[in-house]
């Protein structure tokens, strides 16, 4: 093994670290992984595809309470069970029970109630030729979505959107001084998934909940605890993403709007629009694991215990992987890792597909000359990523 | 029943191996090794397989 090869450093906590600059790119040229003050970080395409799967790293994000001084409580309990950090047979049993209400099939009698809820959204500033997409469309798109899936009146969205916000605290540093409204946040969360649970259970239907809920594999059925976990973990986890991913393609389409009249002219390209913004521009710019042992892997050895950072913005540019990694809707291209991979890939990603398509297809047929109108405000370029305010102006088409 | 997955569609994450674990594994590099046989008892399992990669890649043939 050469030993003269220059591993380089990539300081991620940095407020300056970013994804998408010179550093970054230098070091997936240099080498395919960088050290970082966290443990190591994944650069290049080949390596991402084959160790992200690789059964020696498990999820990793399941000390997190206990490393911010959280050790019990309402949280800590709901997030050491959730089918995040889950690992092995656990994992195995509810990720069964739950797949099966997400597939394609399931998921497809949702499709025109998603695009009459589009239609409506941008219909509402279609003639004012202005909106801030982030408050007027993404947001109440993403968690509309959700609330139909679930069967949550949509008229309840602010509360939902703000319950999960307010949730979402406790991926910060001040998890420990947050915890009494993020537990409060919780339990008012419970409150409805507990709610509709009784309810599909008395009045079944023909909806994702009541799927879940009659969900059974073999005899094995999830019970109304570990059903309550899922259904705040859906909210959770498939509200911001898709926000901050809706947002992050319509900053992509801004600054290729070549591309976003194809897309005008060829509707049927909406779904390779959607995968090639999630690859060049993914809001998880990042995914985390962490060695369960000691292995080496060509010339990288890692500790168990260290964390290994999966970059997926960065390996879903890859020259070697994509020669011209530039976004082309007509284009074929292998698979990105914006929804993670393995045994934890994203629950929901014929979900957020299915309505990330409808929600392009339906703004490019009506918009036309974007443009941002004003101040734009970001969340850093790391970690999970998006426009928080995206002021933008447009030609009505 | 036939199994048939499309290898250049299937990216091992695995998913497959939760519905019909007697048919779908992965071995020790993480790649995807099934059973291109199936017994007729074994059919919901296996559809559900092909409903849930998310790739898409599983096929059923008869
Ligand atoms: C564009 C939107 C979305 C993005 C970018 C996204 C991304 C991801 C990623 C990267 C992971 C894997 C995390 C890891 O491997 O550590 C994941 C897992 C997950 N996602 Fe999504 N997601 C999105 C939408 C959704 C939606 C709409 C739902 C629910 C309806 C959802 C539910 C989940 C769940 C439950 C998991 C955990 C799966 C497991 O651990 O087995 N996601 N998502
Ligand atoms: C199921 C959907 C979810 C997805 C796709 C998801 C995705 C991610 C991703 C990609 C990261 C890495 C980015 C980073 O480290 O900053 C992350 C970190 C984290 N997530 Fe999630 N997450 C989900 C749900 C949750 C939930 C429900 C919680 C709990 C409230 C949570 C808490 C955390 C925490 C605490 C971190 C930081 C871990 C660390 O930096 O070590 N996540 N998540
Ligand atoms: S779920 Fe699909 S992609 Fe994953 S290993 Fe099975 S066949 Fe391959």
Known sequence: ?397 | MQVYVDRAKCDNHGQCTFSAPTIFRLDEQGVLQYEEHADESLRNDVEEAADVCPLQAIFIKD
């Open chain 1, 1 to 397: 093994m050469p030993t003269d090869i220059a591993v380089p450093y990539l300081d991620i906590s940095d407020p300056a670290f970013a994804m998408h600059s010179e550093a970054v790119r230098n070091a997936r040229s240099q080498h395919w992984y960088a050290k970082t003050n966290y443990g190591f970080a994944i650069l290049r395409y080949e390596y991402v595809s084959k160790l992200l799967k690789d059964p020696r790293l498990s999820q990793g994000s399941g000390k997190w309470p206990d490393h911010n001084g959280v050790h019990s409580g309402l949280f800590y309990d709901w997030w050491t069970k959730c089918l995040l950090v889950l690992e092995g047979d656990d994992h195995h049993r509810i990720r069964r029970l739950l797949n099966p209400a997400f597939s394609p099939r399931h998921i497809e009698p949702y499709l025109p109630r998603f695009e009459e809820l589009a239609i409506e959204l941008i219909d509402g500033v279609l003639d004012k030729g202005e909106f801030e997409y982030v408050n007027d469309f993404a947001e109440p798109y993403a968690t509309r979505v959700l609330c139909i899936l679930l069967g949550i009146p949509e008229t309840e969205w602010p509360t939902i959107a703000r319950l999960a916000s307010t949730i979402g605290l406790a991926l910060g540093v001040t998890l420990k001084q947050d915890l009494g409204v993020v537990e409060d946040a919780l339990q008012e969360l419970y409150g409805y998934a507990e709610n509709l649970i009784a309810d599909r259970q008395a009045n079944p239907g023909d909806d994702l909940v009541t799927k879940l809920v009659q969900a059974n594999a073999d005899g094995d059925t999830l019970s109304d605890s570990e059903l309550r976990n899922a259904l705040c973990l859906l909210i959770f986890g498939g509200m911001d993403t898709t926000r901050n991913q809706l947002g992050l393609g319509m900053m992509s389409y801004l600054h290729n709007l070549d591309q976003w009249e194809l897309l005008a002219k060829n509707p049927e390209l909406a779904r390779a629009a959607v995968e090639e913004v999630m690859r060049t521009n993914p809001t998880t710019t990042w995914v985390t694991r962490e060695a369960v042992v000691d292995f080496d892997y060509e010339d990288l050895h890692v500790d168990a215990g260290t964390t290994v950072h999966f970059f997926t913005q960065v390996s879903g540019t890859d020259p070697e992987a994509y020669p011209n990694p530039e976004i082309d809707i007509t284009a074929e291209r292998a698979p990105h890792y914006g929804f993670g991979g393995g045994m934890h890939h994203c629950l929901g990603h014929f979900v957020a597909r299915a309505d990330m398509t409808i929600a392009l297809k339906v703004l490019s047929q009506r918009m036309t000359n974007m443009r941002i109108n004003g101040a734009d405000e970001w969340l850093p370029d790391s970690g999970n990523t998006g426009p928080v305010k995206l002021p933008i102006a447009f030609d009505k088409r």
